[in-house]
């Protein structure tokens, strides 16, 4: 198993530490752009330059989608304990919650 810490897994394994690098969070990717040629012996060719590009750019958009998704089930619950407590409707408990109006839109798909 390999295990890809948040600066890079520290192995003597060249390859896990290769991974490990590109697949940070915390490591910039002009950084990682800098450490192929200068730790791995690999030459950032523009295609390996937008290849990096889309990989951070990819990993950044996963990110963003859990905290989205995590941040609506947040809400859901919030939204089902108001119900409960106060034996009102969903819509009233979103404006009790002052839930905008786009994230109405896309809890009302989940319910």
Do not use: W
């Not at 910039?28 to 990989?55: C, G, H, Q, Y």
């Not at 809400?75 to 106060?86: C, P, Q, S, T």
């Amino acid at each position: 198993m390999i295990r890809l810490g948040a600066k890079g897994e520290k192995s003597d394994n060249p390859m896990v530490r290769l991974l490990s690098k590109l697949f940070s969070q915390t490591i910039s990717k002009e950084e990682k752009k800098e450490m192929l040629p200068n730790e791995f012996n690999i030459a950032v060719t523009e295609t390996i330059s937008r290849e990096v590009d889309m990989m951070c750019n990819l990993s950044s958009g996963i990110i963003e989608k859990t905290k989205q998704e995590s941040r609506l089930e947040t809400l859901m619950n919030d939204i089902k304990n108001v119900m409960e407590a106060f034996k009102i409707t969903v819509e009233d408990a979103m404006k009790v919650l002052k839930v905008s109006k786009e994230d109405q839109a896309i809890l009302r798909k989940m319910i």
